[in-house]
């Protein structure tokens, strides 16, 4: 091999190893500010569809649990009719102009994340923590 080409070679391997080290350092910043998001444990639950307070509307929503602890969402499969129970009586007591606003949505989340932890018993810490919507679609 040539001196020109040994010198490319280098130059090329060396500009490789410097992408792949700054893609690496920036995947490892993304983890670490994602990390807690990320590595908490989830529950989704099946979709729910429900007439809303005033008959003439219906809710069709999935519904996904940010849970504080593993074993809290495995207590949720065990558990999984009570829970139901729980966000279809809360969705079927709403009116739909309550669940147009994102303010209306926040209070939602908020009462039934606070249902479901009486319905799970678990300390504060450990049960829901945040609940997610998939899809909310108010007809």
Known sequence: MSKKMH?????ASLFLSMVCLGSAQASDKASASGSAT???????LEPFVVNLASFDRYLQTIVTLQMGAAESADKVKVLMPVI???VIMTLSAK??????TVEGKKILIDELR?????ALSTKENDGVQDIFFENFVIQ
């Open 7 to 11: 010198q490319f070679v280098l130059a």
């Open 38 to 44: 990320a590595s908490a444990p989830t529950a989704r």
């Open 95 to 100: 009116d739909y102009t309550e669940l147009q």
């Open 84 to 86: 139901r129970h729980a």
């Open 114 to 118: 606070k249902k479901i932890n009486v």
